[in-house]
């Protein structure tokens, strides 16, 4: 779309459905960090990359060991490396480029979410198990760290208790969210009794705690691209964000600066109040109507606007807001409740996962602005009756017309056209100003062209037999010349029409010149032999090659014209 052309006063937030995405039961997806490719985990446990750009699979990626759902799927900081939750219990490391498994671990618990070190690290991967604390997973040795969810795990290094019980006496069902921070080196951590624990996973430690009011289960919670913003969801329908006060880099160091300053005699104490210099609630959203959960929340890819599904049943509603907490779109998809979705990381498009396993991609719908193109263009409503001036197509000298044109751009624009042009900067894109790794960044797969169906080619060889021995087999009408003995006939070589009379049969086709000078060569023998004979000799089936050839050099005892059609 020409950027000049849009319409500076639309949103730039998704309006419409633009397509869909559909191979077998898809579950959940993610974009790399450039939003080139789009991974889909699928029911039959393969994993799906799907080339944005053309809407077409460029890789497919299936482990013989796992024929469960996909629960998850995250790429890597440089795109090279995705990593795979499935309802087995499995987290698989895949190499993209190649399409092979790197390595595959085994947890005692379905990992609900597993999400890759954003640092340079591939090895380490946090993990939400269904019913047990998230976990810092090292793929390479399989080793697990299971990280506090309450202040008291600290020192017991239990388990909080659970507000949902089974009455069985089968352990509790809590499951717990967590992310890294911009750089990975804090996670943090939502628990059941609506706190946010900020927790230093190399030493196990919690360094501060957030409540939340009202003390809801903490569903969700999610960075901002650029680290500025945290999102969470909780059981009470409402999204909050809240400001990160902390410095993207070296946060432990501050943790460490402000646990030293902390005068708090009460451990606990001492951590809410850290962390009320840590995170700053920014803003809240809820639909005060109709009091709807949330599935998903995510941020857009620059931070400016929160997407939140609704987790209705029967309905696909995605609810955008600016982030100042007012509701600009909703967006209303087909009957099919929603489980997941994206926002891309460059352009104004969401894509959403509905319950069937289809993949609908969300665009804008835009208006283009004609008058951009020169500042006296109007666009008008309705036909208008035009009166020209008296001077407007009056003749102008050309050196004052290029004197005015001067003026006129010097005087709105105030360029200075003896300034020197800098084209070899390169200025860094806002989205990925944080890459150090750009130039190694996987952002497209190569094709691989797909091989032809082997029923295909069987079909393609019986037709072309088929036709060669149509061709050399000859006519009812040869047969049956051949039978009599009496005149030679045309083959059905090629498209002919017969008189009424049935004494002469034409070609449509002309042959060429070269064509033309060997016909008339073969011409003369057989009329020689009429003026001493008197008499056709008897033609003999041949190839239809030749046969069109030799059909061409004949003419029967009754023509007396050498014309040839």
């Known amino acids: 779309m020409n950027a000049p052309i849009i319409d500076p006063l639309q949103g730039d937030f998704p309006e419409v459905i633009e397509e869909y995405l559909e191979h077998g039961v898809m579950k959940c997806i993610a974009f790399n960090r450039r939003g080139t490719l789009l991974a889909a985990g699928c029911a039959d446990g393969s994993c799906i990359i799907w080339d944005f750009e053309t809407r077409g699979i460029a890789k497919e990626l299936q482990d013989k060991d796992c024929v469960a759902a996909i629960t998850s799927v995250c790429w890597s900081k440089d795109g090279h490396c995705i990593l795979v939750s499935a309802a087995d219990k499995s987290l698989t490391l895949w190499d993209v480029v190649n399409g092979e498994k790197i390595t595959r671990t085994t947890l005692q618990q379905t990992p609900l979410q597993a999400r890759l070190h954003p640092g340079s690290s591939k090895s380490l991967c946090l993990a939400c198990p269904l019913s047990s604390a998230p976990m810092i997973v090292d793929l390479n040795t399989g080793s697990t760290t299971v990280l506090p969810v309450s202040v008291s795990d600290t020192a017991a290094g239990l388990l909080p208790p659970s507000r949902n019980k089974f009455s069985d006496g089968s352990p509790p069902f809590t499951p717990t969210a967590a992310c890294f921070n911009k750089y990975g080196d804090l996670v943090y951590v939502g628990n059941s009794k609506g706190e946010i624990l900020i927790v230093d996973h190399m030493n196990k430690q919690v360094r501060a705690v957030v409540s939340i009011s009202g003390g809801s289960v903490i569903k969700n919670i999610i960075f901002s691209r650029n680290g500025q913003y945290l999102l969470t969801n909780s059981n009470d329908r409402t999204i909050r964000i809240y400001e990160n006060l902390l410095p993207l880099k070296d946060g432990l160091k501050v943790l460490d600066e402000l646990t030293t300053s902390c005068d708090e005699v009460d451990e606990a104490e001492k951590l809410k109040a850290i962390g009320s210099k840590c995170l700053a609630l920014f803003r809240d959203f809820q639909d005060s109507i109709t009091k709807v959960h949330w599935k998903v929340p995510c941020f857009s890819g620059d931070g400016e606007w929160v997407v939140g599904g609704s987790a209705s049943k029967g309905e696909h509603k995605i609810y955008i807001w600016d982030r100042a907490g007012h509701l600009v ?39 283009e602005n004609w008058s951009a193109f020169a500042p006296d263009f109007k666009e008008l409503e309705e036909n208008e009756e035009y009166v020209e001036r008296e001077d407007e197509f009056d003749l102008m000298p050309e050196t004052e017309k290029v004197k005015g044109r001067r003026n006129y751009l010097v005087k709105d624009t105030d360029v200075n056209e003896d300034d020197e042009v800098d084209i070899m900067t390169v200025e860094k894109e806002s989205d990925f100003s944080d890459s150090d790794m750009s130039h190694e960044e996987l952002c497209f797969l190569p094709a691989v062209p797909c091989p032809d169906v082997a029923e295909q080619q069987d079909k393609c060889v019986g037709s072309t037999s088929k036709l060669a021995d149509s061709n050399h087999s000859g006519s009812p009408l040869s047969e049956e010349a051949g039978q009599n003995g ?32 060997l016909q008339a060569e073969k011409v003369r023998k057989p009329l020689k032999n009429m003026k001493s004979s008197g008499k056709l000799s008897k033609m003999k089936n041949k190839p239809v090659v030749v046969e069109e050839q030799d059909t061409d050099s004949y003419v029967f005892a009754d023509d007396n014209t050498d014309e040839y059609h």
């Open 486 to 517: 009496g005149q030679a006939m045309n083959h059905a070589s090629s498209p002919v029409e017969e008189d009424t009379g049935g004494t002469r049969l034409k070609r449509k086709r002309k042959p060429s010149e070269k064509g033309m000078e």
């Open 329 to 367: 779109k909703i967006l209303e998809g087909p009957k099919e409740a929603l489980i997941d979705l994206a926002w891309h990381p460059v352009h104004p498009i969401v894509v959403s996962v509905s319950l069937t396993g289809l993949v609908y991609i969300w665009a804008k719908d835009y208006t």
